[in-house]
């Protein structure tokens, strides 16, 4: 069946550097990948999201990469600040479907 | 444009009991997920709805089940429930006018603690 796998489970960053969470498909049919970002005491919200036909897509100081061919997708947060410290989740999903898979999440802590 | 609401937030029941829970969603959006969340097994799908018809179904047990109504708001419903079924349950909403995989915006969670 569908599997995501997210590492790691736990990354603490220093304020202003980099932070890269990274994730693997197991289903070849998935063509759909969002990054959502839950904070305490919230629903998970889109962060950013990228399509099969599309190598990278940045916005700001986050961007994802996907490997097709390794199934695999990467979250990547430049000069993080203190209020991106949360859980992140990957997902991938099925064109047709609206099932989204998820990963197992990574708590991110940007320490000042 | 108003986000996904979901009712009750919070809710304690008793094992053999039932519950119901409601989602709405983001207006002009016409499918809706459902997923619950525990520590245990992180993020998992329930089900989807669209124009009134359960379109996918995730694995779970015939107990969870859900239904929407022609205004798109829904329902998930929890008979005989039991310890393990404490969870944040997680409402999504997506428009969904095409073949295309669209994005799915979610809702705070009803928080489940069953005793």
């Known amino acids: 069946g569908e599997n995501v796998e997210q590492h790691p489970s736990t990354l603490s960053v220093q304020e202003g550097d980099s932070a890269v969470i990274k994730c693997t498909y197991s289903?070849?049919?998935?063509?759909?990948f969002p990054w959502y970002k839950q904070e305490l005491g919230k629903g998970p919200q889109l962060i950013i999201d990228?399509?099969?036909?599309?190598g990278e897509k940045k916005d700001q100081r986050i961007a994802v990469t996907l490997n097709k061919t390794a199934k695999h997708f990467s979250l990547h947060i430049t000069e993080t600040q203190p209020e991106d410290s949360a859980v992140y989740f990957c997902?991938?999903?099925?064109?047709?479907?609206?099932?989204?898979?998820f990963g197992t999440g990574t708590r991110l802590l940007v320490s000042p | 444009k108003a986000g996904v609401t979901q009712t009750p937030r919070y809710l304690i029941k008793t094992r053999g009991q039932q519950v119901t829970l409601s989602c709405s969603p983001i207006?002009?959006?016409?499918?809706v997920s459902w997923y619950q969340q525990t520590p245990g097994q992180g993020l998992q799908f329930l089900f989807e709805?669209?124009?009134?018809?359960?379109?996918n179904k995730g694995n779970f047990p015939g107990r969870f089940s859900g239904r929407q109504f022609s205004n798109s708001r829904s329902e998930m419903n929890v008979s005989t429930l039991e310890l393990g079924d404490s969870a944040l349950y997680l409402c999504?909403?997506?428009?969904?006018?095409?073949?295309?995989?669209?994005?799915?915006?979610f809702g705070p969670g009803t928080r489940l603690l069953v005793l």
């Open positions: 999504a909403s997506s428009i969904q006018s095409g073949g295309i995989q669209e994005t799915q915006y």
């Open positions: 289903d070849s049919a998935s063509n759909y």
């Open positions: 990228i399509r099969s036909n599309v």
């Open positions: 997902a991938a999903s099925i064109r047709g479907f609206q099932k989204l898979v």
């Open positions: 207006s002009g959006h016409r499918s």
């Open positions: 709805y669209f124009s009134e018809t359960q379109r």
